[in-house]
Nanobody, 127 residues
Framework: QVQLVESGGGLVQAGESLRLSCAPS????????MGWFRQAPGKEREFVAA????????RYEDSVKGRFTISRDTAKNTAFLQMNSLKPEDTAVYYC????????????????????WGQGTQVTVSS
């Protein structure tokens, strides 16, 4: 059974940083894009960032550009989301997703483009 396991969430104050990790089990996603999405209470799941299979192409939602950085360690089959200068509006459950694109192409930004999802990790930013 394929699983994506997120870790690294928590409670921080505005301006602080967190680093989320996503470790797949059951298969490797080194040839596919991986992405991060988030969902706040009462809101739809929204795109945060994505990275191509080869780690070259990335894309970000406008509100996180310059603050968040997505990366991946192909050897460890793990993706990361470094979140700096966190704001209260970043509070949400963050989900890792895999399969949203090819090895070198632009990674997808829509949830329907991803086939595998983690259970989510809570990020809470206090003001």
């Amino acid at each position: 059974q394929v699983q994506l396991v997120e870790s690294g969430g928590g409670l921080v104050q505005a301006g602080e940083s967190l680093r989320l990790s996503c470790a797949p089990s059951g298969r490797t996603f080194s040839n596919y894009a991986m992405g991060w999405f988030r969902q706040a209470p009462g809101k739809e799941r929204e795109f945060v960032a994505a990275i191509s299979g080869n780690g070259v192409a990335t894309r970000y939602e406008d509100s996180v550009k310059g603050r968040f950085t997505i990366s991946r360690d192909t050897a460890k089959n793990t993706a990361f989301l470094q979140m700096n200068s966190l704001k209260p509006e970043d509070t949400a459950v963050y989900y890792c997703a895999a399969g949203g694109g090819t090895y070198s192409g632009t990674p997808g930004a829509a949830p329907f483009q991803y086939n595998y999802w983690g259970q989510g990790t809570q990020v809470t930013v206090s003001s």
